[in-house]
């Protein structure tokens, strides 16, 4: 590891070694927590939901190495590499990759790979990784129905809207009937409806936000 | 009395057994990767079964207010199945994580060429990733099984104090001991060693190095097996100190050299879901469609 005099030394070190050798990534980017340093980013949730941890901030550094490394000839080998490093990641690494997805550079690759990332952490009920699918431009690549399905799924999830990347200017008025439709479910059931409900509803009925 | 399970495979037992333990004084252990009784054809399979051992089983123990650690590894028996074998090539990425704190089981089952190259193969794979390694010994043919193992740790220069032999008894103690190794008991039922002549070894050549552990798994075994040994070696003049040694400290200074232990304190049977799955939901398992 090189040695570098802030506390960014060792994430320095890390991202030359990718540089250098964009393979070694697979072992470098699961280790991050020791290596680098653990905590919370500055949202200030140590749990990720809200904004990137340190280590999120970290592992995204890795992937812009590796895309550098591998330059813009080789973008479905920077699409499989990240691809995997989601398939072999546990829930804090498939964060992480979530949260990098917006340093990929654009193309037909980076594309299809965000579509299959966003897709797969939205059918799951993790909440860290539907907070981080939403909670970036990459969001953008999904399409309407499956964004606003995602922004439904928050509401029972726990993941407040608060982490949707965006949400005030994509909302609309069919997100605003979905929001309508599990308002009058929790009112039918007696149940009170939640504060992010009313918050979709205001939203979506062009009123100003409380 | 308080326990560090350093081998036991979690994924096959029940939330009774959590609480048990958890009861009895277990407050960490390590969940080697093994066999699971039923073959499996394919890498994908592996992936998913180390995927559970570092997210949901490693959640689901935490919920009883117990640490679980894992060892990775493709074990003996499958590295005889060349659609498994691949797994090797994707292990770095699972030694790489947290809470991992060991290559294992590695080792012999048959003692098969196949065999002899994936335990080679795993042994550098520790030595690059500065793990300790867990070996298991064979049923059949032990005593040459664990020579010839110990041959090969002697070859890969890891030093014999980050290895721990497993599964040892009286035909292979001595041997394991002269060569530095860390010893492995493993208190089963029937096939390998019992509380008692568990306690006459103590006797014979005293606590260093030594740890113990229930192996339990899928087969006739006790989770509780650990604790069993500590109220032997009570019974018989032992020191609450020495089987604190043998059940606590022993285990912990082995697994510290990964640098990987995670051994806080845990609150248990708190709630919490984990992937939207919910641990009530796993212990009062619904009808499902
Ligand atoms: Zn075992």
């Known amino acids: ?210 | 009395m308080r326990i560090f399970d350093p081998h036991v495979h979690m994924t096959s037992r029940t939330t009774d057994d959590y609480r048990r333990m958890y009861d009895a004084g277990v407050r960490a252990l390590v969940e080697p990767a093994f066999w699971l009784g039923q073959p499996r054809t394919n890498p994908g399979s592996f992936h998913d079964y180390f995927d559970g051992l570092i997210g949901w089983e490693r959640f689901r123990a935490s919920r009883f207010g117990i640490r679980h650690h894992c060892a990775i590894a493709l074990n003996p028996k499958e590295a005889n199945d060349p659609r498994c074998a691949e797994v090797l090539r994707t292990l770095p990425r699972y030694l790489a994580k947290d809470g991992v704190v060991a290559v294992g089981e590695v080792g012999f089952d048959a003692m098969t060429a196949d065999e002899e190259k994936a335990f080679a193969h795993q042994l550098s794979l520790a030595a690059e990733h500065g793990l300790p390694v867990l070996v298991h010994t064979p049923h059949r043919d032990k005593a040459a099984g664990t020579r010839r193992t110990l041959e090969l740790v002697a070859a890969s220069g890891i030093p014999p104090e980050r290895v721990l032999v497993d599964h040892l008894n009286e035909t292979t103690v001595d041997m394991v001991d002269d060569s530095g190794c860390t010893l492995g008991f493993s208190i089963y039922p029937d096939t390998k060693m019992e509380p008692e002549r568990m306690v006459r070894i103590l006797q014979r050549r005293g606590l260093d190095r030594v740890v113990v552990n229930s192996a339990a798994d899928w087969g006739h075994s006790d989770p509780l097996a650990t604790a069993r040994t500590g109220e032997a070696m009570l019974r018989s003049g032992f020191t609450r100190d020495d089987v604190d040694r043998v059940l606590w400290r022993n285990p912990v200074e082995f697994f510290a050299r990964s640098g990987r232990l995670l051994l806080q304190e845990l609150a248990p049977y708190s709630g919490g879901a984990f992937a939207g799955n919910s641990i009530l939901r796993a212990q009062h398992a619904e009808p499902d469609a």
């Open chain 1, 1 to 210: 590891m090189t040695g570098g005099t802030a506390a960014r030394g060792p994430l320095d070190g890390l991202v030359e070694r990718v540089r250098r050798d964009p393979g070694a990534i697979g072992a470098l980017f699961p280790a991050v927590g020791r290596t680098v340093g653990r905590g919370p980013g500055p949202s200030g949730d140590p749990d990720g939901i809200l904004g990137p941890t340190v280590q999120d901030e970290a592992r995204a550094a890795l992937v812009s190495a590796l895309a550098a490394a591998l330059g813009d000839g080789a973008p479905d080998r920077l699409a499989e590499e990240v691809e995997a490093l989601y398939r072999f990641g546990d829930a804090e690494e498939k964060r992480a990759v979530l949260r990098s997805l917006p340093v990929l550079p654009d193309g037909d690759a980076a594309s299809r790979l965000t579509a299959g990332l966003l897709a797969d952490a939205l059918r799951g009920n993790d909440p860290r990784l539907i907070a981080a699918a939403l909670g970036t431009p990459a969001a953008a690549a999904l399409d309407d129905h499956a964004w606003r399905h995602g922004v439904l799924k928050c509401l029972f999830s726990d993941v407040p809207l608060d982490a949707v990347h965006g949400l005030g200017d994509r909302a609309d008025a069919e997100l605003g009937r979905m929001a309508a439709g599990y308002a009058a479910e929790r009112e039918a059931a007696g149940r009170s409806v939640p504060d992010d409900a009313r918050r979709l509803l205001s939203l979506t009925h062009g009123e100003t936000e409380a």
